[in-house]
């Protein structure tokens, strides 16, 4: 069992940054994929961005060069920094990790096993 905590969120005008934490723990080690994925109302989770035991990352085109996966082995906590957000970014985000070391370019929501529990990002116009 995989255990994910997420922290951080809240709520930001258009234009601005946010930060969010998981932190990983169970029965696992650093070698383990981690994802961030968003779900607004009505529409289907999206995968955001991924990061592998190597900290190779992924990211959603949507995304790109303006968002920052990190992770930190030593804390077992994984980072997303967002930055430039706009209204449309507003929803529930969470983390998840895959029962792998690499994510193969995944950020499928099929493809985690373990999710945590979500925290909200609210981007006001």
């Known amino acids: 069992q995989v255990q994910l905590a997420q922290s951080g969120g809240g709520s930001v005008q258009a234009g601005g940054s946010l930060s969010l934490s998981c932190s990983v723990s169970g029965d696992t080690s650093t070698d383990t994929c981690i994802g961030w994925f968003r779900q607004a109302p009505g529409k289907e989770r999206e995968g955001v961005a991924s990061?592998?035991?190597?900290?190779?990352?992924i990211y959603a085109d949507s995304v790109k060069g303006r968002f920052t996966m990190s992770r930190d082995n030593s804390k077992n906590t994984l980072y997303l920094q967002m930055d430039s957000l706009g209204p449309e970014e507003t929803a529930m985000y969470y983390c998840?990790?895959?029962?792998?070391?690499?994510?193969?370019?995944?950020?499928?929501?099929?493809?985690?096993?373990?999710w945590g529990q979500g925290t909200q990002v609210t981007v006001s116009s």
């Open positions: 990061i592998d035991r190597d900290g190779r990352t």
């Open positions: 998840a990790a895959r029962i792998s070391a690499y994510c193969y370019s995944s950020i499928l929501p099929s493809a985690y096993n373990y």
